[in-house]
């Protein structure tokens, strides 16, 4: 008779094991389903549109135009054409097309450190210099 409980108890829990593997496999495959992405993946937005950097203590407002490798910056009275070239999605190069002086004639590294839904911060560097300036684009088409 003591076999017999034995036996009885070793089915019973393996019946309890067996219902828990069932709802962990259900609820892990439920899981698994019902899993999306949050964020997509459209960093390369800002790629191409309208662009605006706000007016800043040392610099007036400027509006930029993208589109493939061509970048035309008008600021001021100013507009100066550039070529981009994109590495990656959060760094690209700038070159004046027609630098109109010493300045103008080293290339841009900007490096884009956070994206927002409209706008991005980024750093820029000029040439091989240390000097660095950050701001912010504002996405306005």
Not at 16 to 26: E, K, Y
Not at 43 to 54: A, Q
Not at 106 to 112: A, C, L, N, S, T
Request: proline share 2%; aromatic share 14%.
């Amino acid at each position: 008779m003591i076999d017999k409980e034995k036996r009885v108890k070793k089915r019973e829990k393996l019946a309890n094991n067996i219902q828990i593997l069932f709802l962990v496999s259900c609820f892990m495959f439920l899981k698994l389903v019902s899993c999306k992405s949050e964020f997509a993946d459209n960093s390369d937005r800002f790629k191409e549109g309208v662009f605006e950097i706000p007016a800043g203590d040392n610099f007036v407002k400027e509006t930029i135009i993208r589109k493939d490798t061509i970048q035309i910056s008008k600021y001021g009275k100013n507009v100066d054409t550039l070529s981009i070239k994109w590495k990656n999605n959060f760094f690209y190069t700038l070159k004046y097309i027609n630098p109109k002086n010493e300045l103008q004639k080293d290339p841009m590294y900007i490096q884009i450190n956070k994206l927002y839904d409209h706008k991005y911060d980024f750093t820029v560097r000029i040439g091989f210099s240390k000097f660095s300036q950050k701001g912010t684009v504002y996405k306005i088409e």
